[in-house]
């Protein structure tokens, strides 16, 4: 009874703020005090699919994220394997202190001396420049899935492992089996904070992903195609993590949290 | 393999971390600036460090950062006591994890706002007449609004963060408790919550030095003044080439703000640490 | 390892490429026709401000479109929430002499022209070259000529031209005020109904101007090319003073401002405030349209008269394609594509052009558009138009507001 109470709380205050986005997308007047609009168009949503740029802006963004996740997802890899049971403990603290750091500087702190040097580099205004940039900011949630994980598992498995004669690469092959919850973690986080920047795409790169055809609007104070552009995005990004869980956690829910 | 596998990660981000804010402090100590010949000088840090609207804005900054991760943590604690297992719940909260922050922040306004849907539901239900007797929640001098939308934002987070060690705890851990004779309420508070509460730790921490870093709510649903660090900064760096060293310093008051933060969290796990290795 | 060589491989291949510009084509001197040989099939990037629906349709349906057919080249749009950003990163290229950028067309004005022009970042001066430029602008007219005081010397070509106006509803307000005096005494009578968006936004910023010029005797003194920041905040003492005066009355008291133009749109549209502003007198209409706004919106000017400026097109000093460029801004600066963004339909804003010089055909077609309930009459706008004050003085006001108004 208790859960679906909570169930029914979360619901209500977490979920359905989202219908007045959903209302929003379609209204056209609303004046105070009406609670729905006094006239609907379907305009903006129109507007949005029949644009080449929305099609194009959402190869890109799903794209980046995607390339960032799967890099930063292989550094992180091999990083968290060799830290997991290190003893270099003072290596370690060197390394997380470096990896974690993105979280406490203000982004756009790196972004004004990284542009320069992707400027000198010739990786400014490409693709790669951006995954470049985005590689970073995401980098602490995967490590940190993937410590979490790893932690959990005791080293003796690994000796187990080896006195049966497993190779580095066998050792790893089951690593990644038994941490398909973390990774799922990890890589959704990066999925979806990599498909929500909006500032490295647009100055480091000039791509137009989805947040940067939203934001002029919802900065410029266009309700509907504001609402329509924040669904679609969050939408998205639920897609993303949604794939991420399927594909790399299996459909295997409830025998392990 | 060792802690080289980690070597190249440590490249990049050590060139991201040190390179990016090595040239911005430069260009704040005018050594780099956008245009012109370089001069060494300290008039932005002047500038910024004597002006009192950096330490309105410190205050504010601190205010909503502390108050808004501690009704978060709460109300995750508490959805976590509630739902366990509960797969369901746990999937729903994914949704608001994606919505983008500055949608939250619109939501907000739109929702709370005067004449919002939240006061015209009011209005049908006959609580109030007008939209001006209705509560600011938004827009407002104590910050309110932005601490709404953060909660609202980062319930979810701490929830699916801390979730999965806490239900690692209870499988392995309460049901010996359970056993023994204690009661849910005691295999609550006298083993989950001291197995689990240092990764809440790093959550909220994680939570309240992104609060202190992130512009798009308190730019929403701020007001005029004070502003928030990331606010103030962020309107130095669109403002003339003169202004762009001083958002540079804005942005290293808050990265200040973030580091004390930090320290405060990792420090409070070390003692347990300590207190542990005693026992 | 490998990234690094390949970072390292591209760095000499980006090098290589600035080092030989794409060909020794002069567009600044060639004749037109061979302009236009060298441009067709090529690909331009526009970058512009996107927020507003109605504006983007008409460049990516109309613009576009017809530049493709006469021209043969193509136009993308890049949508940006503020040159200023663009600005700042031509100059940080220029500065690490990147020599080759992504962006050939960039809209802009005011102080950002003005910091892109005096630090080289623009291309040109090429608007001379433009036939339509030739046949169809007044290039000595003041409005044109200088951009916020500043002499564009052809470093930009005019796109249309936007007038400062108030946004009100007429079911609401049977009789708007018509000067700044008038204004404060609607205020006093009707508290909460009124506020602006703070400086920085341009629309705020610009509000406060237009305040500047009736409070503080007249806009003259502010457009001589003598005054300084000194001597304007000096000047601007009655301003503060007005605007102190009337902050009680305002939204939420003055404790807070609206923070961008988007946010005062939504509350005049909620019915929270009673009048809205902006930059762009077919804003309204636009939004009218839309159903954003109630059908009643009406917009009105002062009768002194309110602020006037003329937003121009303008190619960054490594735009990849100078020349495609080049012609691009001349199609959008034909009678057609003139024609039809005077159109309500498209966007409805003013022409950069003659309409003198047009054709009989091209007059007629002028005649006949009507541009709605919402947008005032081309004469009426034509006859309330004040000059900007220098660009660089902006900031000055944009500052004295944060310390004299915000913050008091």
Known sequence: MLRWGVFGLVAFVFVAPLGVLVIASGAGVWVWPSVLPQSWTGGAWWTVIASDAFVSALVASVGIAVAVTAFAFVLCWYAAFGLAHSDARGMRTIVLAVCYAPLVVPPFLPLIGTHRWLIRLGWSDSVWGVIAVTVPLVVPYVLHALLLGLDTISAQWRDVARMLGASVFAQQRTLLAMLRPSIALGCGCALIVSWSQYVVPLTIGQIVTIPVLMMPYIVGGDRALGAVYALVYTCGACALWLSADVLIRGRKRGSRA | MKWQGSSPLLLLMGAYVCGGIGMAVLESVGAAPLIGTPRWTLDAYV???????????????????????????????????????????????????????LVAALLTVWIAGQSGWGA??????????????????????????????????EVPFIVLFWLPIVVRIREEWVRVARVHGASAWRAWWGVVWPLSWPSLAIGSGIVCVFVIGAIEVPYVLG????????????????????????????????????????????????????????? | MKRWMYCVMIACVCTACGANPPASFDPLRAPWDEVLTEASGKTVHLAMWGGSESINAYVDRIVAPRIKQTAGVTIKRVPIDDAKDLVNKLLLEKSERKTTGTIDIVWINGENFRTAKTNGALFGPFAAQLPNVQQHVDVDAPDIAYDFGLATDGYEAPWGKAQFVFIYDQAKIPNPPKSMEQLRTWVRDNPGMFTYPAPPDFNGSAFIRQALYEVAGGHEPFLEQTMDAQQLSGRAQPLWAYLNEIEPFLWRAGKTYPENIGKLDMLYASGEVWMSMGYDPARAANLVKNNTFPKTTRTFVLDKGTLANTHYLAIPFNAPQQTAAMVAINEMLSPELQIAKFDPNNWGEDMALDATTFREQQRAALQRIHRGEATLPTDVLAKHRLPEMRGDLVPVLEEGWKNEVARK
């Open chain 2, 120 to 153: 015209r539901m009011a209005h049908a239900l006959g609580i109030v007449d007008h939209w001006s007797d209705v509560p600011i929640l938004t827009n407002d001098t104590f910050g309110w609004g932005i601490i709404f939308a953060y909660v609202w934002k």
């Open chain 2, 47 to 101: 500038h910024v460090l004597t002006a009192e609207w950096l330490v309105d804005g410190m205050w504010l900054t601190m205010r909503i950062a502390l108050v808004s991760t501690g009704i978060a943590v709460g109300c995750a604690v508490m959805i976590c006591m509630c739902i366990g297992h509960f797969a369901l719940t746990r999937t729903l909260l994914l949704i608001p994890l994606a919505v983008p922050h």
């Open chain 2, 223 to 279: 007001v005029t003044h004070p502003a928030s660090l990331s606010v103030l900064s962020f309107e130095l760096y669109r403002g003339t080439l003169v202004e762009r060293p001083q958002a540079i310093v804005v942005a290293l008051c808050q990265m200040l703000m973030c580091l004390v933060v930090l320290a405060i969290v990792l420090f409070c796990i070390w003692r347990r640490g300590q207190r542990h290795a005693g026992w």
